[in-house]
C-alpha cells in the first residue's frame, strides 16, 4: 500500500489554500490599494464615514511612496495606450492634393 | 454582491475562514454556507430571500410526501402539484407581465374590451436557475435517482451562493451526496479551483467588459448608426462577449464551490469547436441542455417514434429553452432557430446517401458557428424589430460599402480573437495547469495568485457591470 504524497492530503489541502490565499491577500493589500481608492470612491459620501476615506488615502500615499503601486500603474498606462490604438489612415491616392 | 468585486472577495475570505474553522461538524458547515448564501442574495433584495426560502421549503415538502407515498398515482399526483407550484413562482414572476401583455394586445386586435390586471412584479435574479433546480430535484426523487434529503440539505441545495443566481443548474443527485460527509480539500481542488476563479475574472472583467462597453452595446443600441463591418464585428463580438461573460461566471461558480470542498458539474466545454448545432448544445450551457434533455425531451418521446417525432420533439424543447432565457419573443424566436436547425441536421443525417462524402470539419465548426451568431442577434436585440433592422443593416451595408469604423478598434478586434481563440485550446488544458501549480509551495503560487488578480484588476473598467445571465 503507498502513501498519498503530502500534496494530495486533504488537511494539507486546507492549510496550503489557507496560505496561498492569505500571501495573495497580503500582497494584493501591498499593490492593490487603488483598487480600494476606487471601492471607497463608489460610494455616496454618508455610505462611507470619512475615517475610512481617510484611512484608504493614507494607506495609498504610504504604499505609493515606497513605489508598491507602480506595477499596476505601469500596466494601467500600456492599457490606456492599447485602448487608444486605431488603425492606420489608408495612404492617400496619388494625384490627389490635401487641403 | 458580485463575483469580481471586492465586497465579495471580502465576504468570501471570511466565509472560507468558518467553514473550514468548524472542521469536521458538517451540520454547521452548511448552515454557515447557507447563511452565507442567504446574505449574498439579500444583498439584491432579502424579500428574495423569503422567496427562495418559500421555494426550497415547499420542494421539501413535496419530496417527503412523494418519499412517504406508497401509491404510484398518489406519488404521480404529489409529483404534479410539486412542479406545477414550481413553475407557479417562475411564471407569476416572469412571465406574467410578458402573457398579460400578449392577451390585452390579442384582445385588442380583435376589438374585444379588457381590462386585464396588469402588476409591476419585480424579477428575482436567478429565479429561472433555482425553479428548475428545485423540480429536478422532485423528478428524482421521484424516480428514485435521488434519496430524500433533510431540510437543511434541501434549502442548501437551491440556495447555494455559488450557483444560486446564474448556474451551472446543479441536481440534487449531484450535490446532495456531498451534502452528506464532511467535505475533504486536496491541493489538486484547490488548484484547480484557483485557476478557474482567476481565469473567470479574465474572461468577465476585461474581454467581456471592454467588448461589452467599446462594441457591442453601442452596436445594438442603434444599428441604423453602423456600417456592416461594424454590425459583423457587433456580432463576433457578442458571440466573444456572452462566451466569456456568462463561462466566467460558471467558471468562478465551480471555483469557489470547490474551495469550499463541494464539486459542480462543468458547463460548458468549448462551445465554438462544435461542428453541429446538437454538438454546440452538448458544450454550451451544460447543465441546461441536459436538464432539458432530462425532464422535457425525453419525457416527450425523445428521439422514439420516427424522424417527425424527433423533430417536433427538438423543436418544443428548444423553444421552451428560449423562452426559459425571458419573456420576449426574440427568445421564442432564437430557440425556434436552433430547433428548426437541429431537425435539419437530424433530417439530413437520416436522408444523405451514405455512398456521400461526409464535409471537412471545420466546415462544419465554420456554419456551426456563423448559425450560432445569427441566433446571437436575435438573443441581443432588445426587440424582433431591432434585430431585423441589425441584419438588414448588415445585408444592405454589404452591398452599399462597409462604411466607417470607428468601433472596430485593434483592441477590440484583438479581444475578440483571443476570445473566440480560447476553443482552439487544448481540452482540459486548465486541469493539466492545476496539476503543476499543485505541487508547488504555496508562497509561490500565493504570489502567482496576487500578480494575476492584480493584473486583470488593473485592465477591468472602473465598477462591473452584472452577468448577462443574472436577467435569467
Known amino acids: 500500500m503507498t502513501t498519498p504524497p503530502a500534496a494530495d492530503k486533504p488537511r494539507s489541502g486546507v492549510a496550503w489554500t489557507s496560505t496561498v490565499i492569505a500571501v495573495a491577500a497580503l500582497l494584493l493589500l501591498l499593490t492593490n490599494a487603488a483598487s480600494l481608492k476606487g471601492w471607497i470612491a463608489q460610494h455616496p459620501p454618508d455610505a462611507a464615514p470619512a475615517e475610512a476615506r481617510a484611512a484608504v488615502d493614507g494607506w495609498w500615499d504610504i504604499t505609493s511612496s515606497l513605489g508598491l503601486t507602480a506595477p499596476r500603474a505601469s500596466v494601467e498606462r500600456l492599457w490606456r495606450g492599447a485602448q487608444a490604438l486605431t488603425w492606420p489612415a489608408p495612404p492617400s491616392k496619388p494625384g490627389r492634393t490635401q487641403r | ?472
Open chain 2, 1 to 472: 454582491m458580485l463575483f469580481p468585486t471586492l465586497v465579495f472577495g471580502l465576504f468570501f475570505l471570511v466565509l472560507f475562514a468558518l467553514t473550514w474553522a468548524v472542521g469536521g461538524r458538517n451540520e454547521w458547515r452548511k448552515l454557515i454556507i447557507l447563511v452565507g448564501s442567504w446574505i449574498f442574495y439579500g444583498a439584491w433584495d432579502w424579500r428574495f430571500v423569503l422567496l427562495l426560502m418559500v421555494s426550497a421549503w415547499l420542494n421539501f415538502a413535496a419530496a417527503s410526501l412523494i418519499d412517504a407515498s406508497a401509491s404510484p398515482r398518489l406519488r404521480r399526483a404529489i409529483l404534479a402539484i410539486g412542479v406545477c407550484a414550481n413553475l407557479t413562482i417562475l411564471i407569476m414572476f416572469k412571465y406574467y407581465g410578458f402573457f398579460v401583455g400578449q392577451a390585452a394586445q390579442a384582445l385588442a386586435a380583435l376589438h374585444i374590451p379588457a381590462d386585464l390586471p396588469l402588476l409591476q412584479v419585480i424579477l428575482p435574479v436567478g429565479v429561472s436557475f433555482f425553479t428548475f433546480q428545485g423540480m429536478s430535484y422532485l423528478i428524482d426523487v421521484s424516480r428514485g435517482r435521488c434519496a430524500r434529503a433533510s431540510l437543511l440539505d434541501v434549502t442548501l441545495l437551491m440556495s447555494f451562493f455559488a450557483h444560486l443566481v446564474a448556474g451551472p443548474i446543479v441536481r440534487g443527485a449531484d450535490l446532495i451526496p456531498q451534502f452528506a460527509a464532511t467535505p475533504r480539500m486536496d491541493r489538486r481542488m484547490a488548484s484547480e479551483g484557483l485557476l478557474l476563479i482567476v481565469w473567470g475574472l479574465f474572461k468577465k472583467t476585461v474581454i467581456a467588459s471592454q467588448l461589452a462597453t467599446n462594441l457591442v452595446d453601442p452596436v445594438f443600441q442603434d444599428p441604423s448608426r453602423h456600417g456592416a463591418l461594424e454590425l459583423a464585428a457587433g456580432a463576433y463580438g457578442y458571440a466573444a462577449q456572452i462566451y466569456c461573460d456568462f463561462s466566467a461566471y460558471s467558471d468562478m461558480a465551480i471555483g469557489l464551490a470547490a474551495l469550499l470542498g463541494y464539486r459542480f458539474p462543468r458547463n460548458f466545454d468549448q462551445p465554438y469547436r462544435a461542428a453541429s448545432l446538437q454538438d454546440f448544445w452538448r458544450r454550451w450551457h451544460i447543465s441546461l441542455s441536459s436538464w432539458l434533455r432530462d425532464y422535457l425531451y425525453i419525457p416527450l418521446g425523445g428521439g422514439r417514434g420516427g424522424l417527425a417525432m424527433a423533430c417536433r420533439n427538438s423543436m418544443i424543447t428548444m423553444l421552451i429553452g428560449g423562452l426559459w432565457h425571458g419573456a420576449s419573443w426574440t427568445f421564442v424566436i432564437w430557440g425556434g432557430l436552433h430547433g428548426t436547425v437541429l431537425c435539419l441536421e437530424r433530417v439530413w443525417r437520416a436522408v444523405k446517401p451514405k455512398a456521400w462524402p461526409s464535409l471537412p470539419g471545420w466546415v462544419g465548426v465554420v456554419v456551426t458557428f456563423h448559425i450560432v451568431c445569427l441566433g446571437w442577434i436575435f438573443f441581443r436585440a432588445p426587440t424582433f424589430a431591432d434585430a431585423i433592422a441589425y441584419l438588414g443593416g448588415l445585408a444592405g451595408g454589404l452591398t452599399a460599402g462597409l462604411g466607417a469604423v470607428p468601433l472596430v478598434t485593434p483592441l477590440n478586434a484583438a479581444l475578440i480573437v483571443v476570445g473566440l481563440a480560447i476553443h482552439g485550446l487544448p481540452p482540459r488544458l486548465l486541469e493539466s495547469w492545476a496539476a503543476r501549480v499543485r505541487a508547488l509551495p504555496a508562497p509561490a503560487v500565493g504570489l502567482g495568485l496576487a500578480a494575476c488578480i492584480l493584473l486583470v484588476d488593473s485592465l477591468r473598467p472602473d465598477g462591473v457591470a452584472p452577468f448577462i445571465y443574472f436577467q435569467f
